[in-house]
């Protein structure tokens, strides 16, 4: 049994769904092939991480090489994406040690950070993958861990057909510039303002 406000929301969009059928037209300058994308998952929402391992699933079904370098997370995790990552044969690098706010040594902490650029550098050089997640990058150009000029002068030059996505929150004005797709999440709920804590397999 349908409600009256279910009811009258279904006719209206019923109507809006038909006139937008009726008045779309293909765009007839989209480039085709494909073409590398500078990707930025933004914002204080929750989700730009579990994001950006979407897209590399998406990747990774479509015969496409992919890699995930993690600027927060240290080597040693084992989260839930890790275990996926590894059952796929998918290639990522935990190159933090933890989180940030927990630093007991923000040096190291910078340290590990340009440390990991070079690896992630030396990676989107190297012409061997498709797609190249920096995961939670933004933070090491925020504090001025790693030297934007760098960044955009690879990012720049790098091969015409490799994607790469990167996370975090505050990305830089220069970095969403940029870019080619940018979304910012921004939180409406979440469930620790609740007191519920973080779930295996939901934040971890």
Known sequence: MT??????RREAAMRELAEARDSHQKR???SRGRRGLLIVNTGKG???TTAALGLMLRAHGR??????????????AKFGEHRTLDLLGIPYEGLGDGFTWRSRDLENSASLAAHGWELAKAAIQSGEYDLIVLD?????LKYGWVPWPDVEATLKARDPKLHVVITGRDALPELVALA????????VKHAYEAGIGAQPGIEH
């Not at 409600?3 to 009258?8: F, G, L, S």
């Not at 939670?136 to 090491?140: C, L, R």
């Open 28 to 30: 007839e300058d989209l």
């Open 136 to 140: 939670e990058f933004t933070y090491a």
């Open 3 to 8: 409600d009256d406000a279910t009811q009258a």
């Open 180 to 187: 080619d797709t940018v979304s910012e999440i921004q939180p």
């Open 63 to 76: 015969g496409l090489k992919v890699r995930m370098f993690q600027f927060l997370k240290h080597e040693k």
């Open 46 to 48: 929750k989700g730009k």
